[in-house]
Structures are given as structure tokens and as C-alpha cells.
T-cell receptor, first 111, second 116 residues
Framework: QKEVEQDPGPLSVPEGAIVSLNCTYS??????FMWYRQYSRKGPELLMY????GNKEDGRFTAQVDKSSKYISLFIRDSQPSDSATYLC???????????FGTGTRLLVSP | DAGVIQSPRHEVTEMGQEVTLRCKPI?????LFWYRQTMMRGLELLIY????????DSGMPEDRFSAKMPNASFSTLKIQPSEPRDSAVYFC??????????????FGPGTRLTVL
């Protein structure tokens, strides 16, 4: 079993829809949770970061962490075609440890 | 800043040949990471350095893979001999530990390697 599980998709939605992307993990030591966005033929870039449990909002994006369920989510409101990309969750244990990435979910937002 | 620079962007080689991938991290960053990305396995950490010293190479798949960081502004990942199953996109990333304690890694554009 992988440490981090993520549905590869693709997830296809119409413009304006609310998107929910999720990851589950098995290592209870993870404390730092991140979402990276990767456009086609580009490197991943950090989208959001959350420490421990709770919610964090940034514009149209909301990240949620439920440590009791070992489950993290990224919500995208009013999705746009420019949001079409692969979204990778990533997590680590201590104040600096290597990141463990999910395999990524490909999102397609159609106009 | 120009960001993380990788070269070459594309590499096509034949099985058995030596392949060298290059990376220039963001100036001032003290961590450098090499990843491999495939459809099947996603993004896998191969090795990372802190202040030019290799810290964890447990992700390096075989002895055919080696990485060096001779100075703070340059790193190489070498595959010798290369095999078709090494075909993947190889990313270099660098980071500087944030006062908040998290590790934002900045990725380069990647090198797409095809081994025939």
C-alpha cells in the first residue's frame, strides 16, 4: 500500500462547477500538507499549504485536512478552464522532511 | 530570479548509453532534490542534498544511477548504462526551509528522457 493515495482521474467538469480533489494517507506522522498544481509539460508549483488539521482558504481554493481520518481535500469554486491541470497532494512529517507525493489527479474544466 | 534551470529539456538515447542530466538551483536555496515522474508511479524522490551533501539516496533505483552536487549552483544526475525502463520525466527542485517550518519546493521544467 502506498503512503499516499490519490485518484488519477481524469475528472471532467463544466466551467463554474465546484471541484473536490482528495487524498488519503497512512502515515500518522504527517503534519505538513500541500497541494501542487502541474500544467502539461511543466514542473509542479505550490498552490496551497496547511499545517496539521483544519481549513485554509485562498481565493477560489480551500484546503481541508482531517487528521483523524487521514484525509485531505482541495476544493475549487467557480472552476475555470485555466484550472485544467494535474493536482498533486504532498505531505511531510517534521519541520523539514522529504515530501511524499500522491500520483496526481488530472482535472479538465470545459468552457 | 530565473528559477530552477534544467538541461537538456529533452534527451533521446539508446539503451546502454550514458545519460547526464543537469540542474542549477535557485540562488540561495540550500536543498536540492531529484525526482522522477512516470504515469504509473507518479513523482518519486530519487535523492536530495542539503548544503551540497547527499542526505537521502534511498530512492535511487539502482547502482546505475548516481548524483553529485559539486557546488551550491550545480548538480548532475547520471544514468550509466541507461535502459528503456528509465524513460521518464526527471525533475530537479530546490528549496529553502521556511521560518514557518514547511518546505516549499520550486521545480524546474524537467528533462524528458527517452531510452530506445
Amino acid at each position: 500500500q502506498k503512503e499516499v493515495e490519490q485518484d488519477p482521474g481524469p475528472l471532467s467538469v463544466p466551467e463554474g462547477a465546484i471541484v473536490s480533489l482528495n487524498c488519503t494517507y497512512s502515515n500518522s506522522a504527517f503534519q505538513y500538507f500541500m497541494w501542487y498544481r502541474q500544467y502539461s509539460r511543466k514542473g509542479p508549483e505550490l498552490l496551497m499549504y496547511t499545517y496539521s488539521s483544519g481549513n485554509k482558504e485562498d481565493g477560489r481554493f480551500t484546503a481541508q485536512v482531517d487528521k483523524s481520518s487521514k484525509y485531505i481535500s482541495l476544493f475549487i469554486r467557480d472552476s475555470q478552464p485555466s484550472d485544467s491541470a494535474t493536482y498533486l497532494c504532498a505531505m511531510s512529517g517534521g519541520s523539514f522532511q522529504k515530501l511524499v507525493f500522491g500520483t496526481g489527479t488530472r482535472l479538465l474544466v470545459s468552457p | 530570479d530565473a528559477g530552477v534551470i534544467q538541461s537538456p529539456r529533452h534527451e533521446v538515447t539508446e539503451m546502454g548509453q550514458e545519460v547526464t542530466l543537469r540542474c542549477k538551483p535557485i540562488s540561495g536555496h540550500d536543498y536540492l532534490f531529484w525526482y522522477r515522474q512516470t504515469m504509473m508511479r507518479g513523482l518519486e524522490l530519487l535523492i536530495y542534498f542539503n548544503n551540497n551533501v547527499p542526505i537521502d539516496d534511498s530512492g535511487m533505483p539502482e547502482d546505475r544511477f548516481s548524483a553529485k552536487m559539486p557546488n551550491a549552483s550545480f548538480s548532475t544526475l547520471k544514468i550509466q548504462p541507461s535502459e528503456p525502463r528509465d524513460s521518464a520525466v526527471y525533475f530537479c527542485a530546490s528549496s529553502l526551509l521556511s521560518p514557518a517550518g514547511y518546505n516549499e519546493q520550486f521545480f524546474g521544467p524537467g528533462t524528458r528522457l527517452t531510452v530506445l
